[in-house]
Each structure stands twice: as C-alpha cells, then as structure tokens.
C-alpha cells in the first residue's frame, strides 16, 4: 500500500458532462500517472506528471486534461465526456527517482459514459 | 506491433500444475515488471528485475536481456492464482514510463 486513494470509485455520467477524477497520494512522490485500462488494450498511459505544475501528455491524451497544483492530488478531466471514455482509469505513484523504481496503483474509478 | 507482447492470452489449467507466462519487448528497457489484477480489483506488483532471476513463494521471474524475453512462472498452482497477470517494460528514455502487455487472463481449476 503506497497511500494512494482514487475518487470517485465508481461514476456514471452522459455524454458531453465534465468530469473530473482526482487522485491522492499520502507519501510526497514526484511521478504520478494516470492509465485507462480497456479490454484487448490492457494499459494505457493518458498522462504523467513530474511535479507540481509539471505535466506531460502520454499515449491516449486527446480528451483529457490533467492538474497538478500541490504534490500529493494529480487531477484528470474529461472536458466533455465520450462513450470511448468509459473505461477503468488507474493512478500510480512511482517511488524514488531512478530507472529501477516501482510503479504502485491505486485502486481504479470505473466511469460509464451513458 | 506492440512493444511489450504477452503470450499466451489467456490461459486454464487444473489445480497443481506448473504455469509459465510468457513476455518479449522489442525496447530498451530499464526494467520489467509483474503484476497482478485480480477481478474486479487493483492492480499489485508481483516482480521488478533487470536481470536473472526472482523468486516469491511459488511464483519465479527470469528475465534475458539478450533475446529481451521475460517469463512468469507459477509452481503447485492454486485456484487463488487465477488473476490476470501483467508483463509491463520501463522504458530506458524520458520519464521512466511503463509500457504494458495485454494481459493474460490466467484461471486455474481446482
């Protein structure tokens, strides 16, 4: 357990809402992650951060934007939410600094898009 | 082609036997990991190695550099263990990001 909390856990919301889905970390870590998780598509990096204010966009980013403003919460908005956009959404945390550090999860946010 | 492909994808076998789950990445990598995703939960991980061999229990993870195939095995499997299991790579370049396998959906019967 890194100390890594997801809310909501479950929302469902209809198509062009704004939705946000924040992440918590207790433990100060630099790298924070968010991933999309679909069948016969496994993980999917959406975007990343490397500090407060430091974002960067992974594979799957058009749709979405992210928050940085303090270390510990790394928020994720869907502007203007899409049936694609249903998915199970997961956060990391990644522990240290070097290229031998651990990934840890959050427990995920199911979002249905109605 | 994806960068880190799992093999096979989905996987049943009775309570007991020896499983090995299968991962090769075409990427320099740092690192590559194990996880586990059981239904319906999170996702935890199991190894990270760079090189040789690890052993937790009854699972072991090898790792070879050279032919950049990386294998999960299970020994004395249990229904316990059906989970889905994930190979993801740490890529050498930028942020140290993961890149995933799809997965396989393991299901052992008792």
């Known amino acids: 357990d890194a100390g890594i909390t997801q809310s909501p856990r479950h929302k469902v919301t209809e198509t062009g809402t704004p939705v946000t889905l924040r992440c918590h970390q207790t433990?100060?870590?630099?790298?924070m992650y968010w991933y999309r998780q679909d069948p016969g598509h496994g993980l999917r990096l959406i975007h990343y951060s490397y500090g407060v204010k430091d974002t960067d966009k992974g594979e799957v980013s058009d749709g979405y934007s992210v928050s940085r403003s303090k270390t510990e919460d790394f928020l994720l908005t869907l502007e203007s939410a899409t049936s694609s956009q249903t998915s199970v959404y997961f956060c990391?945390?990644?522990?240290?600094?070097?290229?031998?550090?651990?990934?840890?999860f959050g427990p995920g946010t199911r979002l249905t898009v109605l | 082609k994806n960068e880190v492909e799992q093999s096979p994808q989905n996987l049943t076998a009775q309570e007991g036997e020896f499983i090995t789950i299968n991962c090769s990445y075409s990427v320099g990598i740092s690192a590559l990991h194990w996880l586990q995703q059981h239904p319906g939960g999170g996702i935890v991980s199991l190894f990270m190695l760079s090189s040789g061999k690890k052993k937790h229990g009854r699972l072991i993870a090898t790792i070879n550099i050279q032919e950049k195939h990386s294998s999960l095995h299970i020994t004395a499997s249990h229904p316990r263990d059906s989970a889905v299991y994930i190979c993801?790579?740490?890529?050498?370049?930028?942020?140290?990001?993961?890149?995933f396998g799809q997965g396989t959906r393991l299901t052992i019967n008792p």
């Open positions: 993801a790579a740490t890529i050498i370049q930028g942020a140290q990001k993961l890149v």
């Open positions: 990391a945390i990644r522990r240290g600094g070097g290229p031998m550090d651990e990934q840890f």
């Open positions: 433990e100060n870590h630099r790298y």
